[in-house]
């Protein structure tokens, strides 16, 4: 199992930008694939980055382009660089295996963009 615990999340302007990380604890984070993930209110949570092991990224085409998830091994840390955020983005964002794992789940970060 692994303990996560997620940061960086606020409040931004439309355009603007934020980086979360994720810093990870227990063995073996590095021959996870990790994901972002993110819920808004009412809505099912849903994925938005993954990264493997081997550093290969995956991302719907809701955040393509203006999202990029990258991973830090030594630290036990992955970070979800996001630029050009939306008002539909805004969500509580967490990390996690992916697939994920219920027992992962952290408290999550709250990005807010308003204007």
């Known amino acids: 199992q692994v303990q996560l615990v997620e940061s960086g999340g606020g409040l931004v302007q439309p355009g603007g930008s934020l980086r979360l990380s994720c810093a990870a604890s227990g063995s073996d984070f590095s021959r996870y694939t990790m994901g972002w993930y993110r819920q808004a209110p009412g809505k099912q949570r849903e994925l938005i980055a993954a990264v493997s092991s081997g550093g290969s990224t995956n991302y719907p085409d809701s955040v393509k382009g203006r999202f990029t998830i990258s991973r830090d091994n030594a630290k036990n840390t992955v970070y979800l660089q996001m630029n050009s955020l939306k008002p539909e983005d805004q969500a509580v964002y967490y990390c996690?295996?992916?697939?994920?794992?219920?027992?992962?789940w952290g408290p999550g970060t709250q990005v807010t963009v308003s204007s």
């Open positions: 996690n295996t992916f697939p994920y794992r219920a027992g992962n």
